[in-house]
Every structure is written in C-alpha cells, then in structure tokens.
C-alpha cells in the first residue's frame, strides 16, 4: 500500500499485478492503520454472472481488465488501438505525491499519471499521454476518477444562468451516470464549480463530503457513476469536441489538471481545504497586498464618458474611502454602443482628445489608482480589425457564427490575433499608469474552428498565455476576469486572474446565494462583490443600504453605482463600511468561512472566524418573511467552546427595518461563552424582509 496524507485526509494506492489501484480516498489513515491484511479483508466473492476471478477497477478503469463502467480514456488510431491495456513500467511517491508511468505497447501508448495532495487535503491530478506510434491517435475523452464510499449517497451540483449563477441541487445517486456537461467554450454561467457527493447527513458544519472540479477554463464534463455492481466513483474532465485532440507521432499531450477534497467537516470543509491552500500560493493576491475597495463605474455611466463626470465620481470616491476606481466598456474606438469597437484597442480621440493622463492624476492624486476594461478575445463586423482580418475569428468552413451581443470570438490560437490583442494592450498599459485591468468575455463560443479543427482548448490556453505575458510584461498589473459576469469563476483561471466578478447581478439579495456557493472553493477575497445602486439596474428593487453594504463586504468589496447621486445620509454610511472593511479585511480574507445550519429558509446566517477563535464576523440576512412570529435563535460555529466572547450588532452599515416593537437587549453588547453562543445561541431581532443585520464576535 501506498498512503499520501494531508492534514485531513489520505489516498491509498495499491499495486497488484502491474495495476494501480485506488484502495481509498477519503478519512485520514497512515500505514500503520491500514495494516497487511486490510486489502484480504475487503476482497469481493465471485458472483454469479460475472467474472471467475475478483477484480479491482484500476486506475484506467479499463474494459479489457473487466471494469464495465465509463473508462478513464477513449480515442482511436483510425478505428484501431480503440480498447487499451495498460501496464505500470514505473512509479516514485513521497509522502504527499505519487507518479507512475503506464504503458500499453499494443495501442502503442504511454501514460504519465501525477497526484498531489497539498497539506490541506486537496489533491490535484496530472496526466500526460504519449502517441508511441507511426499513426495519429485520436483522443475523444479524459476522465480523472477517484472512487466513493458507500455512505456517499447524494450528489450536489449547481445550475445557472446570467446574473443567477451557481444555484445547487441536490439529489440521491441513482444507479448509473450522472451528468454535467459544459460545451460554452467557457466555464459558464450553468458551472459546476465542484461537484459534490455527500454523505445523506451532511450539512455546512458536519459529515462526510467528497468534492471534484476541473482546474480548466474550457469545455467540462463532471460524472458521478454508481454501476450495477455497487461501484461508486466521481470523475471530472476537459469536454473535447470531435477531433480537437489528435496527437501526431510522438507527440504528448497534458491532460487539464482535476482537483478533488475529502472532508468529514461537512461542506464548509472542503471550503477550507480549497481557501487554505489556495492561500499559500506565493503569487495569491492577499499575500501581496491588500485588496483594495474598488469603485467600477459602468452603472454610473455606461457608455457615456466624460470626463468632469468621471472626475465627480473620483471625488465622492476619495471621500467615500475608494482605493481603486475602474473606467469601463467605452473608452476605445468607435465604442458608443455595443454594436462596434471591439478589436480596435485605441484610445477614442472624440471621447478622450487627451488620453487618460488627465483623469489618471486626477484619481491618482486623490490617492485612488486607475483600471481599464478590455475585451480582448472578441471582435465586432463593424471594427477595423475585422475589416482588416474577417479571417481572425473562431469559425468553421465559410460560416460566420451567430451574433451574441454583436460579437464573434477573435480566434487566439492565429499568432497574428494573438499578437494584435497583446501589442495593442500592451500599448495602452505603457502609455498610462493603470495598476488593474478587467478583462471581460461576453460570449459563448460556438463554431469554435481554428482551420477546420475544433479549438476551444487551444483558445483557452490562449488566454492563459496572454495574461500572464501582460502580467510579466508589467509587474504589479492585476488582472480581473468578467465573463457576462460569473461566465469564467474556476480552478483553472485562478492561477492567471486576480479577482473574479462573481455576477452582472448586484442585487443584494440575488447575490446572497450567488456568493455563498461560488465561495465554495474559490476564497472571498476574490470575489468581487459590490454595493449596488438604490434602485437595482438588473431586478428593478429597491433596497436598503445596510443590507447591500452587508452583502458586498463579505468579498473583495466595492461599489457599482453613481455615487455622485448617493444622499448625505448614504454616503457617510459609506464611508463608514469602507472603514469597517479596511479594518476587518485582514479578518475577511484570511478566516475561515462558515455558513450556518439555520433552520429557516427565510434567512442566511454565515460569519468568518479567525484562524486563531480570536474573533469573528457574522451576518445575519432576512431575505423573505420569516416563517414564524419570532425567528430561530442564532447559532454559532466555530469558534472555541471555553472562550468568551463579546456579541454585538455593528453600528457601520447603517440600521434595518425591523418588524417589532420593542428591540432585542443584546445589540450594544453581552459576554457568552463560545460553548452558550454554539449550544444555545442568541435571539436575532425581527427583521423586514431585505434586512439584515452585522455581528461582531471578539474574544475578551
């Protein structure tokens, strides 16, 4: 047996007969627990109808070996080497890593498999395949697998939409294939982020929970499959579209990575094996500075610059308390709708005749630094870019793919595009001193060809290229990935942008649910999570400030609304959330999240805890009437059971409606122990519906 731990969980592999095998993956073990026997104790019989012998899916899960399931590959050399047999020729391991090396020397190919599992539990799998022989081998599917406990039961994924992304559903696992599929071109709106099996007893705070996602920002496929025979595995993978991957003589190709997390801390953690790992990255934005309260002005202005309006925003800014103010959609040639510009990445001189020196001091100078959005992997018909190269767009034959926002895909994967998108963004960043850029991606990608091949891998590889040229090319340069929103939030892309925007959708209450499940594996800090206008431009509500500001600061705080037309009221209220978020922000991207257990519907109760128990943030938000006259108590996890803490509800974000005569005693403060606040808890006020409530836990 070969056992990988982590801080959390184990893998143990077995080899047997040239055949590697995953014995377990789940519950912490060491070899000393596993003992010599353990592999004779959990042998199958033989049964009746099946095999003579008993027999183990290996690693490969492959037909030829006996395992009638969905295999790890599939792909063909023109119709022959289909079925494969391969052999483990080598194989290395640490005490956290194990590589082997397969071969199958009648299919004529070679495998390289890599698994890592980081000190906090999540284990991420490599694979290189190797065409050994004289013909092209066609490679039609990928699929990294790892098996399920018995007691794993149920399957959650998520479902989504513009402006509703990541939305859960949960349901038992039946016999056979569950799916997810993802064929944007993208990750999607509709990703799943990590597609969870789950113990029937799992909740935030405890049970078994099993987590895979795609680290890749393309095409996906997520699986659970439970066979005829009780077998239960969970498998994720890139979606390649017919002929995308051929690999010619000789030729290798890297699989996308696939991380995987086991935890028996429910599913908040598997949250907290993804964010302590995600964390320790050198490159990981919080351990380069902190991140700053960001002002976009795209609902402030949309297409229509101007310059003394941007410089009436920077102003309310700066005494708001705004660190970074971002200039979007509009600012390039021929962009006064969107139905042109995209491609032509120049300063439009009937809308900036000077450039952006004079507004970049202005905002400088009121200690503000300065962003820019782009859109740099589409093209529009009416640009001079296509009208110079209509043959630089992801298509197929003579066909033009249908508009979505007047848009085509500029195909990256042509060195010519490739080179214009660079240069040109270059430029700009050369000439203005701009510390941040938004890169957006407002369309699926259908058609996807790159002369007369499929190419969304290599488009998305593409991207990753250029980010991180630009980032070499201008050291400090943080990069913001939009996608239609929440189009492009994955493990892949994590490693190339700095923040996400999580949603078009800066409706408070819309964004509730959006937040809380795309912070499943990615960390808050992160998340771009905005207070929205008074008035939402997506849903058309009205909502109170304090429940915005609430929502928003659970993230990487910023403000999406035209400031200029905030009341004096609201704008202190303001400039009383931004100190409170550069105050608890080292608490907010740091802690560990935690999502309450609470037992109405109606409500959201979820906090941070420090690290250390010392402290901690907590919101409670009303979303509908409460279910009964008086709401549950409020519960908290986490934090250490012999310890005292001070409780009271922050003054900074303003006050809610409530629905009650006569206020709750606890609000200015009250001492509990960490043991009464999580067995027994404290009576929330009556809140109207949209309303909600900060709490401040400090150890004393």
């Known amino acids: 047996m070969i056992v990988l731990k982590s801080a959390h969980n184990s893998i143990v592999f077995q080899i047997v007969n040239k055949r590697l095998s995953i014995f377990h993956w789940g519950a912490l073990l060491s070899e000393n627990q596993i003992g010599t026997e353990l592999a004779l104790a959990t042998t199958r019989p033989v049964s009746h109808s099946h095999w003579d012998t008993p027999t183990t899916a290996d690693v490969m899960r ?55 599992l980081s000190h906090d539990g999540v284990l991420t799998m490599n694979a290189v395949l190797t065409n050994n022989g004289d013909a092209d081998y066609v490679l039609n599917k990928f699929i990294q697998w790892l098996p399920l406990a018995d007691q794993a039961t149920q399957v959650m994924d998520f479902t989504g939409r513009w402006s509703h992304e990541r939305h859960p559903q949960r349901r038992d696992i039946a016999y056979g294939l569950t799916t997810r599929e993802e064929r944007e071109g993208r990750s999607s709106h509709d990703y799943t982020i990590a597609q969870l099996a ?6 935030f705070a405890s049970g078994e929970v099993w987590s895979m996602s795609v680290a890749f920002s393309g095409n996906s496929i997520h699986h659970v499959e439970k066979t005829q025979f009780g077998d239960q595995s969970i498998g994720a993978g890139e979606l390649f579209l017919p002929g995308e991957i051929i690999l010619k003589a000789g030729e290798s190709f890297s699989i996308a990575p696939v991380q995987a997390s086991y935890t028996s801390a429910g599913i908040d953690g598997i949250s907290h094996n993804f964010h302590s790992t995600l964390r320790k990255r050198v490159h990981h934005p ?33 005494e708001i308390g705004v660190e970074r103010m971002v200039l979007d959609d509009g600012w390039f040639h021929l962009r ?29 100078a009121r200690g503000i630094e300065f962003g820019l959005w782009f859109e740099g992997e589409m093209v529009q018909i009416d640009s001079d870019l296509y009208r110079a190269h209509p043959e630089w767009i992801l298509h197929e034959g003579n066909r033009i793919p249908p508009l979505q926002r007047n848009q085509l895909v500029l195909d990256l994967t042509h060195p010519g595009a490739y080179e214009h998108v660079l240069e040109q963004v270059d430029h700009v960043l050369s000439s203005f001193k701009i510390a941040y850029i938004k890169w957006d991606h407002n369309r699926i990608l259908n058609d996807a060809g790159h002369l007369g091949q499929a190419a969304v891998h290599n488009q998305t590889l593409a991207i990753y290229r250029l980010f991180d040229e630009l980032k070499r090319r201008h050291p400090g340069l943080e990069i913001e990935s939009c996608a239609s929103g929440g189009a492009r939030i994955d493990l892949g892309m994590v490693e190339h942008a700095d923040r996400f925007w999580t949603s078009d959708n800066n409706d408070a209450l819309e964004r509730q649910t959006i937040q809380r499940w795309t912070s499943l594996v990615i960390p808050p800090e992160m998340l771009g999570t905005h207070i929205g206008p008074t008035h939402g431009h997506q849903t058309g509500k009205t909502t109170e400030i304090s429940f915005r500001a609430i929502n928003a600061l ?7 609304w035209d400031v200029t037309e905030a009341s004096t009221d609201e704008r202190a209220i303001l400039k009383s959330w931004a100190s409170l978020y550069k105050a608890k922000r080292s608490l907010l991207h740091s802690g560990r999240s935690v999502r309450i257990d609470y037992p109405d519907s109606h409500a959201f109760f979820y906090g941070v805890i420090a690290q250390d128990q010392s402290e901690g943030l907590f919101a ?32 900074e974000v303003g006050a809610p409606r409530t629905l009650q005569i006569k206020d709750i005693q606890w609000g200015k403060g009250v001492i509990l122990s960490g043991a009464a606040l999580e067995t027994i808890g404290i009576q929330p006020p009556n809140l109207a519906p949209e309303n909600g409530i900060l709490i401040t836990v400090e150890k004393v």
């Open 336 to 364: 006064r709708n969107d139905r042109a510009g995209l491609g032509d990445w120049v300063i439009d001189p009937t809308v900036w005749p000077n450039g952006f020196t004079e507004i970049i001091e202005y905002v400088n």
């Open 620 to 651: 409670y938000m009303q979303h509908m009437m409460p279910s009964s006259n008086f709401a549950p108590k409020l519960r908290f996890t986490g934090l250490d059971a012999g310890t005292n803490y001070r409780v009271a509800i922050s003054q």
């Open 286 to 318: 919080t351990n380069i500075r902190p991140r700053p309260l960001t002002l976009n002005v795209w609902e402030a202005v949309y297409f229509n610059h101007d310059i003394e309006k941007i410089k009436a925003l920077a102003d309310v800014a700066a």
């Open 198 to 203: 789950l113990a029937s007893n799992a909740t």
């Open 62 to 116: 492959e037909h030829s070996k006996g395992f009638i399931g969905h295999p790890t590959l599939e792909g063909h050399r023109d119709g022959k080497a289909w079925s494969t047999y391969f052999e483990l020729v080598e194989e290395s391991h640490t005490s956290d890593s194990l590589q082997a090396t397969f071969v199958d020397d009648h299919a004529k190919l070679s495998m390289k498999l890599h698994y890592s």
């Open 554 to 560: 659970f993230g990487h705080a910023g403000i999406e």
